[in-house]
C-alpha cells in the first residue's frame, strides 16, 4: 500500500486529510509538525510528502529543503495558505513538486496525489510513452516515430510537464514559476512563445497535443 506522510499542526485538518486519503486506498501517516514527520521516516518508508508550510520550529520550506538533500524523487505536495508569487516560486526553487492553497476541496487533494504519484512512476522509468511520441527523461531528449525532435532543455521540461499531467491546466504564471523562475525578462508572453515552438516542433504527433485553455494556460491531452 502506498505511504503518505501528512505533516500538518492544525490537527482538524490533519484528520480530516488523514481520513480521506486512507479512504482511498492510501495509507496516512499523520504527524503534528517537520520534527515528528523526520523521526516517522527513520522508522518507515513513505512514497509520498504533503506538509504544511506554516509550522512551528521548522517550516515547510526549511522541511523541504532538508528532504530535498537526502531524496531528489520524493514527491511533495504543499499545503498553504500563502498564495503570492514569492512562496511559490521558494517552494518551487527548493524543490516541491505541486502545492494546493488553503482551504482545500478533498476531491481535488486525490486528484493531486493521483497525479504526483503517477508522475513519480515515470520518473523511475525516467521515460514517459505517448503513442509514437517517447520522451526520455536521462537523456533530455523526444523521439516521434523513432526519430529525435530538437527541443531544448526547458521545452523538453516543459513538455514532460505537461504530459505527465494529462488533461491537467497549468496557468502561465505556474509554468513560469517553475521553469523560468527568477529570471525577471520573463513573462506570460515568454511562455506562450515557447508553447508556439514546442507545437510547431509537434506538429506532426498524432498522439499528443497541446491546448490552449482560454483565460488560464495550456494543457497536453492525448489523442
Known amino acids: 500500500m ?3 506522510l501528512v505533516a500538518e499542526d492544525d490537527e482538524k485538518l490533519n484528520y480530516i486529510v488523514c481520513t480521506f486519503l486512507n479512504d482511498n486506498g492510501y495509507l496516512a501517516i499523520s504527524c503534528k509538525d517537520a520534527i515528528e514527520a523526520f523521526d516517522r521516516m527513520e522508522e518507515e518508508t513513505v512514497d509520498m510528502i504533503i506538509t504544511d508550510v506554516m509550522m512551528p520550529e ?3 520550506f526549511e522541511f523541504s529543503a532538508a528532504v530535498r538533500k537526502h531524496d531528489k524523487k520524493i514527491p511533495i505536495l504543499f499545503l498553504t495558505a500563502r498564495d503570492d508569487i514569492a512562496s ?3 517552494g ?3 524543490g516541491i513538486d505541486d502545492y494546493l492553497v488553503k482551504p482545500i476541496e478533498m476531491e481535488e487533494l486525490i486528484l493531486h496525489v493521483s497525479a504526483l504519484l503517477r508522475r513519480a512512476s515515470i520518473a523511475n522509468e525516467k ?3 505517448a503513442g509514437s511520441l517517447v520522451l526520455n527523461e536521462e537523456e533530455t531528449t523526444a523521439y516521434l516515430d523513432g526519430k529525435e525532435i ?3 532543455v526547458r521545452e523538453f521540461n516543459i513538455l514532460f510537464k505537461l504530459l505527465s499531467y494529462p488533461k491537467r491546466t497549468f496557468t502561465r504564471t505556474q509554468l513560469m514559476d517553475e ?3 527568477f529570471d525577471s525578462e520573463s513573462n506570460p508572453r515568454t511562455v506562450d512563445v515557447s508553447i508556439t ?3 510547431d516542433k509537434l506538429a506532426d504527433c498524432k498522439d499528443a497535443e497541446i491546448i490552449t485553455v482560454r483565460g488560464l494556460g495550456y494543457k497536453a491531452v492525448l489523442k
Open 92 to 94: 518551487y526553487h527548493i
Open 179 to 181: 521553469f523560468w523562475g
Open 150 to 152: 530538437p527541443l531544448t
Open 127 to 129: 521515460k514517459l510513452v
Open 58 to 60: 521548522m517550516d515547510g
Open 2 to 4: 502506498i505511504k503518505i
Open 88 to 90: 511559490k516560486q521558494k
Open 197 to 199: 515552438k514546442l507545437r
